[in-house]
């Protein structure tokens, strides 16, 4: 008999760095503290309502009520295949989609779906929290790819290169980023695109941020931009991001059908359909226009200017422009070692620690991302939320510039 309680697969999972800073904050929020959260990779826009008014009629048809095909309403998944075509050029049939429980569930599918243990994924870094602890819950071994502020946050094919090894099986690639905002250019996806496909790589490629790009730079699908990858590509997105719809929890992966059949099979004994509302809700999301995003967008650019310049009055800090997405990834390791408030913080942990506990400001630790150093604020809350936060680091830390 083992003594063990919780098993050592699941003991290992860190939380979710990202989630455990917001709970952190909404939780001093309810005890009437007044915290500034930067740390949800949420828009704060309500849900537009169109998408609205199609789950409110969905939900009063008793065919909704009842268990759907698990990896997807037939439907929806021809909508998504559709979309894609759209906005990525990618074309699948509606057999190639799994319809999961927000990009997450599309993770987690693709990486337990296409892992043996000790299988290698190659995952430029700074990363989105979920990736690597995806990737080990499957048995794979996440190899982490560097790439600084001086380098845009852009890893390049020589450091991709210098990671490869026998047991490499995918490259992670994921345009505008999560945490820093880097997008890639289309030569640059091209190129990283084809090297990969030299090398026998699957490509999974997070799209999820597709339609929230800045000063007029595109969004570019590997998928697409590098054809030479045949079938050896899983393309993941959701509706979370483009259309306010983060507690909806839609998402989904399309890649071959025999790896689209076999995720299938695993979220049929997981979890199996996504509710039937929240596809119905997708599909007019899916199939509606980018209105919504366009005008969310306007939003986000004003607030990306304003964080960027208020950020990088404060001395020490280098806070690159994101071209994407909704966050800033500023360095901060100029400020490291310093007095602040009689105290020295060493780490980022300790200086975003030291910033929620004297001016009550939540931000996320590059510790949650890769390397320590760093750290990621959203831009995706309102402009006086936006301008007090900010401006309450700027008092802790001094402005000089
Ligand atoms: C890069 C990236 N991919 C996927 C997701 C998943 O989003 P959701 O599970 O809410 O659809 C997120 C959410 O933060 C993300 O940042």
Known sequence: MT??????RIG???????LAVDAKAKALKAAGRPVIGFGAGEPDFPTPQYIVDAAIEAARQPRFHRYSPAGGLPELKAAIAAKTKRDSGYEAEPSQVLVTNGGKQAVYNTFATLLDPGDEVLLPTPYW???PEAIRLAGGVPVEVFAGPEQGYLVTVDQLEAALTERTKILLFVSP?????????PEQVKEIGQWAASKGLWVVTDEIYEHLTYDGVPFTSIATAAPELGDK???LNGVAKTYAMTGWRVGWMIGPADVIKAATNLQSHATSNVANVSQMAALAAVSGPLDAVEEMKVAFDRRRKTMVGMLSA???????????AFYVYPDVRGILGREIAGIRPATSAELAALILDKVEVAIV??????????VRLSYALGDDDLAEGVGRIQELLGTAK
Do not use: D, H, M
């Not at 003594?3 to 050592?8: G, L, M, N, P």
């Not at 980023?177 to 250019?185: E, L």
């Open 129 to 131: 929290t979920t990736y």
């Open 233 to 235: 590509v899983v393309v």
């Open 3 to 8: 003594s063990a309680r919780v098993s050592q």
């Open 177 to 185: 980023s999560n945490p820093t905002g880097a997008v890639y250019s």
């Open 365 to 374: 630790p590059g510790e949650a991302f890769g390397p320590s150093g760093f």
């Open 12 to 18: 290992s999972i860190a939380e979710s760095a990202t």
């Open 314 to 324: 404060i001395e020490g800090v280098n806070c690159p422009t994101p071209k994407g």
